[in-house]
């Protein structure tokens, strides 16, 4: 660890605090920023103020090394940072397209759409493209991924990191691999990933599916606001993870397919309202026939269209015969009439 990021470099934070941090999974100062004064005093039994103060401290010092941006800020140095961002190649011609390049770091991307859609090969897909070179569209850094529906393959990144080129077992050696057993492990996962982020060079976060397990835990009305409250801690430790370190967070979140809504309705997933505020850039895919559709769904800056991709042996690819379909916004697809449904919550 970089020795000026320790815990005892603060003043106030003795062996005793650091000891019942690192229990807790804060092993460094970038980690106090990321949980904030309200969780660091209940970890510690610390008053609040004192939480905030020493929160703060870690703030300035960080500023002070040009880690994380100030709170006050000109344009122009907003704009210096976002250079900063980092752009992952899908290694396809069309999902860059719709991505303005890539997946991009410092942010959240949501990808929903129903089962079988490409979510989970996606997400494969871009744990072999974040290993690639800067040159080569990727940002030579590792993966964490976060599987907690069980559905992570090795076999997968092999085909695709052969596909790609690319030696597998290096490939292998660089995703970290976190399943998650219940929606609270999910987030202790998230809780405690500082470190691994560092040591490895984590320049990638997969959530597949981030909403899934909170989903299967809360179920009926009477708890979903206790779900939607632990599904929002979950998703902000994720963007504030994106934010300080600078790696790309990726979460996928399965909606329902209904025949009788028409594509270019609003579509909104099952996480629900938190997910969907959250995330920088929303991405829903869609089946028709062996062929995928990829839409933006209100992003920031880039334009609403949509391409057509495939999936196949070597991941996510572009279509064989080199469609690349691009829409004007609210226009209805002529390629499938299948959708879902507009359902927020269940
Ligand atoms: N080796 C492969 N070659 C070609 N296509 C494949 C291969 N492996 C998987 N697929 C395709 O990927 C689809 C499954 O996609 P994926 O698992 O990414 O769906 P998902 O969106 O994650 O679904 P869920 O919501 O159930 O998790 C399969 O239906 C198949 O079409
Ligand atoms: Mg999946």
Same mark, same amino acid.
């Given at each position: 660890?970089?020795?000026?990021?320790?815990?005892?470099?603060?003043?106030?934070?003795?062996?005793?605090?650091?000891?019942?941090?690192?229990?807790?999974?804060?092993?460094?100062?970038?980690?106090?920023?990321?949980?904030?004064?309200?969780?660091?005093?209940?970890?510690?039994? !610390?008053?609040?103020?004192?939480?905030?103060?020493?929160?703060?401290?870690?703030?300035?010092?960080?500023?002070?090394?040009?880690?994380?941006?100030?709170?006050?800020?000109?344009?122009?140095?907003? *704009?210096?940072?976002?250079?900063?961002?980092?752009?992952?190649?899908?290694?396809?011609?069309?999902?860059?397209?719709?991505?303005?390049?890539?997946?991009?770091?410092?942010?959240?991307?949501?990808?929903?759409?129903?089962?079988? =859609?490409?979510? $989970?090969?996606?997400?494969?897909?871009?744990?072999? !493209?974040?290993?690639?070179?800067?040159?080569?569209?990727?940002?030579?850094?590792?993966?964490?991924?976060?599987? +907690?529906?069980?559905?992570?393959?090795?076999?997968?990144?092999? +085909?695709?990191?052969?596909?790609?080129?690319?030696? &597998?077992?290096?490939?292998?050696?660089?995703?970290?691999?976190?399943?998650? *057993?219940?929606? +609270?492990?999910?987030?202790?996962?998230?809780?405690?990933?500082?470190?691994?982020?560092?040591?490895?060079?984590?320049?990638?976060?997969? +959530?597949?599916?981030?909403?899934?397990?909170?989903?299967?835990?809360?179920?009926?009305?009477?708890?979903?606001?206790?779900?939607?409250?632990?599904?929002?801690?979950?998703?902000?430790?994720?963007?504030?993870?994106?934010?300080?370190?600078? =790696?790309?967070?990726?979460? $996928?979140?399965?909606? !329902?397919?209904?025949?009788?809504?028409?594509?270019?309705? &609003?579509?909104?997933?099952?996480?629900?309202?938190?997910?969907?505020?959250?995330?920088? *850039? #929303?991405?829903?895919?869609?089946?028709?026939?062996?062929?995928?559709?990829? #839409?933006?769904?209100?992003?920031?800056?880039?334009?609403?269209?949509?391409?057509?991709?495939?999936?196949?042996?070597?991941?996510?690819?572009?279509?064989?015969?080199?469609?690349?379909?691009?829409?004007? &916004?609210?226009?209805?697809?002529?390629?499938?009439?299948?959708?879902?449904?507009?359902?927020?919550?269940?």
């Amino acid at each position: 660890m970089v020795e000026d990021l320790r815990l005892d470099s603060l003043e106030g934070v003795g062996p005793v605090t650091t000891k019942k941090l690192e229990d807790a999974g804060v092993h460094n100062i970038m980690d106090l920023i990321v949980r904030g004064p309200v969780e660091i005093a209940e970890l510690t039994g !610390m008053d609040r103020e004192t939480a905030e103060k020493i929160v703060n401290k870690s703030r300035l010092q960080l500023v002070e090394q040009g880690l994380i941006a100030q709170e006050f800020v000109t344009a122009t140095e907003i *704009y210096k940072r976002r250079q900063e961002i980092g752009r992952i190649s899908t290694g396809t011609e069309c999902l860059d397209l719709l991505l303005d390049g890539g997946l991009e770091t410092q942010a959240l991307t949501e990808v929903y759409g129903e089962f079988g =859609c490409g979510k $989970t090969q996606f997400c494969h897909t871009m744990c072999v !493209m974040v290993q690639k070179t800067k040159e080569e569209g990727g940002l030579d850094g590792g993966v964490l991924y976060i599987d +907690s529906e069980g559905t992570f393959r090795p076999e997968r990144v092999v +085909s695709i990191a052969k596909a790609q080129g690319m030696n &597998p077992e290096q490939v292998l050696e660089k995703i970290i691999v976190a399943r998650a *057993y219940n929606s +609270s492990h999910q987030i202790l996962i998230l809780e405690e990933a500082g470190a691994v982020i560092k040591e490895n060079n984590i320049k990638l976060i997969i +959530s597949d599916s981030a909403v899934g397990l909170f989903r299967a835990e809360y179920l009926g009305r009477g708890t979903l606001a206790g779900r939607q409250q632990k599904l929002n801690h979950f998703v902000h430790l994720l963007v504030r993870i994106a934010e300080t370190y600078n =790696c790309a967070a990726l979460a $996928t979140n399965q909606v !329902m397919a209904s025949p009788d809504v028409f594509f270019g309705d &609003p579509t909104r997933p099952i996480g629900g309202n938190v997910v969907a505020h959250t995330s920088t *850039y #929303r991405i829903y895919f869609k089946k028709s026939g062996k062929k995928r559709i990829a #839409r933006m769904v209100d992003s920031p800056h880039h334009p609403e269209h949509e391409v057509i991709f495939a999936l196949s042996e070597a991941g996510v690819v572009d279509p064989e015969d080199g469609t690349k379909k691009k829409k004007a &916004p609210g226009k209805k697809s002529d390629v499938s009439t299948e959708d879902i449904d507009s359902e927020n919550i269940e």
